[in-house]
């Protein structure tokens, strides 16, 4: 495990309210909506009951990669200061309760996806949940600046675990969303790193800014935000979706490009004012929730 931070004794404020900061709420909330749109969009009709409980398994299981990540980070978490309130480093929970919550909510997680759906969505899920933990979390992040690249998988599954509760089968479609996430994970993240690169150096995290700079690491920007952009029309331009969502992600992806630019074309900022980035990173939540949210808009448009 990385080092950990010398823990202080446990406060007595530590309550649930610290294992659900374990799970990492914000980023859950795209996994869910994601994985929410791959299932409603999906052929065929599911249970509202099951439907839902589906969806949760989905929760439960980025919940459980978060906290085991976490667990994992607890030094690194230490070093930054966007993290260091965590209640890992802030030493609100112990190492142990986190392993132990972590582990644990994984594993009711797949159970209560084989229960709800079919053992073809529980073992996307499971695999979900390794890739987070084991190839990304444990393997890239601290070795390679590839690591956001590769690791964007992770959070490109949902949308096919959705969909596959619903059938029970992989289709192209599923796939384009999880590519879309895929090319939208790199700007996504790197807009961020950029503003917090100090951050990723002091806790020796070799993010691209950190080990190749601020120039290329601008270029990779614009250059993913393209594919992303090329992939976003993919299922319009092949028929698997109709005008509802061409001209959303056409409009989306034009002002994702658009900003992307602003960014890539940037020369190296020496100040803390990177608006452009900011913008980007803001920019490109709202992105993948409209994006996807078309899907949906256009999929119950058709029926």
């Known amino acids: ?3 950990s931070p010398t823990m202080s004794p446990l406060s007595s404020s530590a309550d649930w309210r610290d294992l659900y900061a374990l799970t990492k709420p914000r980023v859950m909330t795209l996994v869910v909506f994601t994985a929410l749109c ?3 969009a999906a052929p065929g009709h599911m249970h509202p009951v099951l439907a839902f409980s589906s969806i949760l398994a989905i929760a439960l299981g980025g919940g459980a990669s978060g906290a085991l990540n976490q667990w994992y980070e607890a030094g690194i978490d230490a070093k930054m200061k966007r993290t260091q309130d965590r ?10 309760t986190a392993l132990q919550f972590g582990v644990g909510l994984a594993a009711f997680s797949v159970f209560l996806m084989w229960f709800a ?19 990304y979390t444990i393997w890239l992040k ?18 096919i675990i959705g969909w596959v509760a619903v059938t029970g089968t992989l289709d192209v479609y599923p796939v384009l969303m999880f590519l879309l996430v895929f090319m939208w994970t ?36 614009l250059l993913y935000a393209i594919l992303m952009a090329l992939v976003a029309l993919a299922p319009w331009a092949l028929g ?19 900003l992307s630019a602003h960014v890539g074309l940037r020369r190296t900022v020496t100040d803390d004012k990177m608006l452009p980035e900011k913008r980007l990173f803001a920019f ?12 949906v808009a256009d999929h119950w448009w058709k029926l």
């Open 142 to 159: 601290p070795r390679t600046p590839q690591n956001i690249v590769i690791g964007g998988a992770a959070g490109a599954f949902p949308p």
């Open 1 to 3: 495990m990385a080092q």
């Open 87 to 96: 209640p890992l480093p802030a030493g609100r929970l112990d190492p142990r």
């Open 117 to 135: 759906s079919n053992w073809h969505a529980a073992l996307w899920l499971t695999a979900s949940i390794l890739f987070y933990v084991f190839i």
């Open 38 to 40: 791959g299932l409603l």
């Open 186 to 221: 790199p700007p996504h993240f790197w807009a961020l790193s950029l503003f917090v690169r100090m951050d990723y150096a002091a806790a020796d995290i070799p993010m691209m800014p950190v080990v190749a700079g601020e120039g290329p690491t601008r270029k990779q920007i």
């Open 240 to 258: 698997y979706a109709g005008l509802i969502y061409g001209v959303v992600a056409s409009v989306m992806s034009l002002i994702f490009v658009a």
């Open 284 to 295: 490109s939540i709202l992105y993948l929730f409209l994006v996807f949210g078309a899907i």
